[in-house]
Structures are given as C-alpha cells and as structure tokens.
C-alpha cells in the first residue's frame, strides 16, 4: 500500500488540506504534516536559524496530523528526514485555497513543498484551485486522486521534476477534462501604498487587486479558465538552455 505524505502552506486546519486527506485514503496511507499555521506566499523556504517544533493535532474529522511551527518546504524535509519513519512513496502539497499559475510558482508556499520533495527524489505534486463560493473542495480532491493513481502506477515520474495541478473550482461534472500545460504568465497589479508611523517615518504596504493573466492556448492560466484541469510538469533545473550559446559566446568567445 502506498504511503502518501500530505502538507500544505494554509495550515493543518485547512479544509483544503481535509478533502485531500480523506480522498487519498482510498489509495494508501496517510500521513499529515503541515504547519501550524497560514504560510502562503512565503516561497521555498528552510529554517536554520531556529529549532523546529512538531506536535500532534485532531483534524475536524477525527483523525490525526502532525504539524510544526516551520514552514510548508521545512515539513516536507521534517518528515521525510525521519519525523516520519515510514517511507514516503508520494507527497502532495495541498488542496491551496487560491490557484498557482504560470509566475505565481516562484511565490507559492504550496508549490515549495512540492519542490522540497522532489528535491528529496519522491514524486511530488501541488494542487492549487481557483477561489470561489462555494468551495468544491471534493472536486479537487478527486482529481488530486486520479493524478496520484497515475503517478503511482507509472512509477513515478522523472527525478528532478514535480507536478503543479491547478483544479477549477466547479462541480466534477461541470470539469471539460484534464490538460497537460505549460506555464503562462501572470500580470500582477502590485500598488505600493506608503503610511507614517506615529514617529513621522514612512512604512509600505505592497497592495493592490489579485493578478490577472495572459490566456494563451497551451498554459495553465488557459486550461483552467476553460475549465479544465491543468497538470505542468516542472523541473528542478531552471537552466535557460537556449540561452546558454549566447551567453558564452558573451563571457567564453567564440
Ligand atoms: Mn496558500
């Protein structure tokens, strides 16, 4: 039986988290270790500066977790570095309370877990989904299963590379399928807002509405604005090989 480690950058208490928890049961072990509180936006973090605390909490079901006072990408390494000793056959940071498209990656406290796990060489994906009211948690949930099944089933995928799910917030059978994509881009709309402090000196707030995105067929941002589950393949290796002859005519010569 597969053993799936669960995590997020919500917190524990997420019920993104629940949904996925409860769903990957039908496939194999469980086991949760996700921080204690809302990580998100706090990219791939490590924490060297302080020690780490784990403790365990119920979950709204019943059932138990495990949680710290680190963050998303330091449960990852806690558990997989033995805080769990089981061995981990899969890790799935998730469900994420808001999508994370094309450059919202590099921000993402929930995609960093993912990354933390492939760093370690265990297949790993994130799972992101579109805000909205209501919430159709089991939607992603189920999908989050299908993708798992496949991961699993195939032995994995190739070391160095994670999984970004982004799952459309809908009925499942209001979902136009699955598409395999490609990143696309994000137009942030970033507003710096600068206050006082009562001592006369000027504080910021980095403000401004949600991003909006370039809908190119083929990305993320396209799939699920047409309602579709979108799965891009990421890699570890960030190396721009197009780039690498023109650069070394630059600093190598000819
Ligand atoms: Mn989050």
């Given at each position: 039986?597969?053993?799936?480690?669960?995590?997020?950058?919500?917190?524990?208490?997420?019920?993104?988290?629940?949904?996925?928890?409860?769903?990957?049961?039908?496939?194999?072990?469980?086991?949760?270790?996700?921080?204690?509180?809302?990580?998100?936006?706090?990219?791939?973090?490590?924490?060297?500066?302080?020690?780490?605390?784990?403790?365990?909490?119920?979950?709204?079901?019943?059932?138990?977790?495990?949680?710290?006072?680190?963050?998303?990408?330091?449960?990852?390494?806690?558990?997989?570095m033995g805080v769990i000793?089981?061995?981990?056959?899969?890790?799935?940071?998730?469900?994420n309370t808001r999508p994370?498209?094309?450059?919202?990656?590099?921000?993402?406290?929930?995609?960093?877990?993912?990354?933390?796990?492939?760093?370690?060489?265990?297949?790993?994906?994130?799972?992101?989904?579109?805000?909205?009211?209501?919430?159709?948690?089991?939607?992603?949930?189920?999908?989050?299963?299908?993708?798992?099944?496949?991961?699993?089933?195939?032995?994995?995928?190739?070391r160095g590379t994670l999984?970004?799910?982004?799952?459309?917030?809908?009925?499942?059978?209001?979902?136009?399928?699955?598409?395999?994509?490609?990143?696309?881009?994000?137009?942030?709309?970033?507003?710096?807002?600068?206050?006082?402090?009562?001592?006369?000196?000027?504080?910021?707030?980095?403000?401004?509405?949600?991003?909006?995105?370039?809908?190119?067929?083929?990305?993320?941002?396209?799939?699920?604005?047409?309602?579709?589950?979108?799965?891009?393949?990421?890699?570890?290796?960030?190396?721009?090989?197009?780039?690498?002859?023109?650069?070394?005519?630059?600093?190598?010569?000819?």
């Amino acid at each position: 039986m597969p053993h799936v480690l669960i995590t997020n950058d919500d917190g524990v208490h997420s019920p993104g988290l629940l949904a996925l928890a409860q769903a990957l049961r039908q496939i194999g072990q469980v086991s949760i270790l996700a921080p204690d509180r809302n990580w998100s936006v706090t990219g791939h973090n490590k924490t060297l500066h302080k020690p780490l605390r784990v403790w365990p909490v119920t979950l709204e079901d019943g059932s138990q977790a495990l949680t710290t006072d680190g963050g998303p990408s330091d449960s990852v390494a806690l558990a997989l570095m033995g805080v769990i000793e089981q061995p981990i056959d899969l890790v799935v940071s998730g469900v994420n309370t808001r999508p994370n498209l094309g450059d919202d990656i590099t921000y993402s406290g929930t995609v960093a877990a993912a990354m933390e796990g492939a760093i370690f060489g265990i297949p790993s994906m994130a799972i992101s989904q579109e805000e909205g009211d209501p919430r159709y948690w089991e939607t992603a949930a189920r999908a989050a299963v299908i993708i798992a099944r496949q991961m699993l089933a195939n032995g994995g995928i190739p070391r160095g590379t994670l999984l970004n799910v982004n799952i459309p917030n809908l009925p499942w059978e209001a979902l136009q399928g699955f598409q395999v994509t490609r990143l696309g881009q994000r137009r942030y709309h970033d507003e710096l807002v600068v206050r006082r402090d009562p001592g006369g000196r000027p504080y910021y707030w980095i403000g401004g509405g949600p991003p909006s995105s370039v809908l190119e067929p083929g990305t993320d941002v396209y799939a699920l604005a047409h309602g579709n589950v979108s799965i891009t393949p990421l890699s570890l290796d960030m190396t721009h090989d197009a780039f690498l002859d023109t650069l070394r005519r630059w600093f190598e010569g000819d």
